[in-house]
């Protein structure tokens, strides 16, 4: 077995042979956390941040503990950050009792991150559905193939039902997944983290308020 901490010892974050740090002036930064996003997205991007539409999503169960998986993001705009699953997931579950969430992305490639807590609500079922088939094939069968967060008996079982997923998704391209949910989060709190080499990192909170948007900078 390797040994985990010999692994860890060397390794560092942002190494300068590979990563740019950008600076970021936050006396610059828009008046809405949404317009920041959107620039600091298109900039990941460019950067060739793989996969910067992953996030991860932490949610509480109804005793109040945590819990966090990956997730892809669907969208943002002035009604919240988007994303979707089954609603009688485990999260689809700890949603309904406790309808509040933070997402948390990470882009190594330009040593920056991004918060997002708020309330969330489920999309209306047409919504959801009309989400779900303007993606993939794949995500449609993924999809229908459902139970999500259920103890599955064996691989074999996935296999014949997911085999069965893709079949219906060929007859089938506009399935209805009736327990597929497109969920919204509406920010109370967006917070930009820009790593710097000096660890004097930079970290801007947008808080809402009945005035709108609030920023402060934080210690890091
Ligand atoms: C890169 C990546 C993207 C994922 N995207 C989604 C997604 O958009 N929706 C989803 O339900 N699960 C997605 N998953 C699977 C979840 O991480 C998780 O395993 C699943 O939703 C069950 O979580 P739960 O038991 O907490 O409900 C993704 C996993 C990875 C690694």
């Known amino acids: 077995m390797p040994d985990l901490h010999e692994l ?3 390794l560092r974050v942002w190494d300068p042979a ?3 740090l950008p600076d970021f002036d936050p006396a610059t ?3 809405d956390p949404l317009a920041l996003y959107t620039a600091w997205f298109a900039e990941a991007v460019a950067a060739g941040q793989v996969e910067p539409h992953t996030m991860s999503l932490a949610t509480a169960d109804e005793g109040g503990l ?3 998986r990956t997730v ?3 969208g943002a705009d002035a009604s919240g950050w988007s994303f979707a699953t089954h609603a009688g997931s485990r999260k689809g579950r700890q949603l309904t009792a406790r309808p509040y969430a933070a997402l948390g992305f990470y882009w ?3 040593g920056r991150q991004v918060r997002v807590r708020g309330p969330v609500t489920g999309a209306p079922s047409a919504e959801s559905q009309a989400d779900l088939h303007a993606r993939s094939t794949g995500a449609l069968a993924a999809a229908l193939t459902g139970r999500q967060s259920e103890v599955l008996s064996s691989l074999e079982e996935l296999r ?4 069965a997923a893709w079949d219906r998704t060929q007859r089938e391209p506009d399935a209805p997944v009736p327990s597929w949910t497109l969920y919204r989060l509406r920010p109370d709190e967006v917070e930009f983290f820009q790593g710097d080499a000096a660890r004097r ?3 801007l909170r947008y808080r809402r308020t009945e005035e709108g948007w609030a920023k402060e900078l934080l210690w890091p």
Do not use: G, N
Not at 160 to 163: L, T
């Open 8 to 10: 860890l010892r060397p």
């Open 18 to 20: 590979v990563t740019e």
């Open 29 to 31: 930064a828009p008046a």
């Open 66 to 68: 945590p819990d966090v």
């Open 72 to 74: 892809m993001l669907h």
């Open 108 to 110: 190594p490639a330009q």
């Open 160 to 163: 014949q039902q997911s085999q």
């Open 201 to 203: 990192h930079v970290r």
